[in-house]
């Protein structure tokens, strides 16, 4: 369920916000959080509930998600794994359903992002696309398909 950022828009309490966190989270590393949040903005058409230079807070649907610069991460053992030059997010899938992937393709060739994978339909009953964030995160953009008839 999203949190309810209304209070204080400008800039969010840390402990209130991590304190009103439930369920599962994802938090992404990243070099440069304002080029990953419009990535996310002008290509899946996700929501920015916050961000500056160091945080961001986005959302789709109920679900948020957070990205920190790795200069916020000064003391977590992750920052050991990410160093200049390494791919983040290898083998990892990060999914949004009920997004038009052929129009997220088209938006992110037109910035310039790399598609990893151009939109097609996929016998899991879905139409999904592959796109790499400017750090190497690959987000997949998908719709379900409609069956003749339906």
């Known amino acids: 369920m999203p949190i309810d950022h209304t209070d204080d828009l400008e800039k969010p309490n840390g402990a209130a916000y991590g304190k009103a966190l439930k369920g599962f989270g994802v938090n992404l590393l990243v070099r440069d959080v304002l080029a990953s ?9 996700v929501e920015q509930i ?4 160091d945080f961001a807070i986005l959302r ?9 610069v790795d200069g916020t991460y000064h003391s977590n053992p992750l920052l050991a794994l990410t160093g200049d ?3 983040r997010g290898v083998g990892v899938e990060l999914r949004l359903y009920d997004i038009d992937p052929d129009a997220a393709v088209e938006r992110a060739k037109a910035r310039g992002d790399h598609v990893l994978g151009d939109a097609a339909d996929k016998p899991h009953g879905l139409r999904e696309a592959y796109i790499l964030d400017p750090d190497g995160y690959c987000w997949v953009p998908g719709r379900a398909l409609v ?4």
């Open 37 to 45: 949040v419009a990535f996310q903005v002008e290509v899946l058409g």
């Open 85 to 87: 030059g390494s791919v």
């Open 147 to 150: 069956a003749a008839g339906e």
């Open 60 to 68: 789709y649907g109920s679900m948020e998600w957070m990205l920190h």
């Open 50 to 53: 916050y961000s500056n230079a």
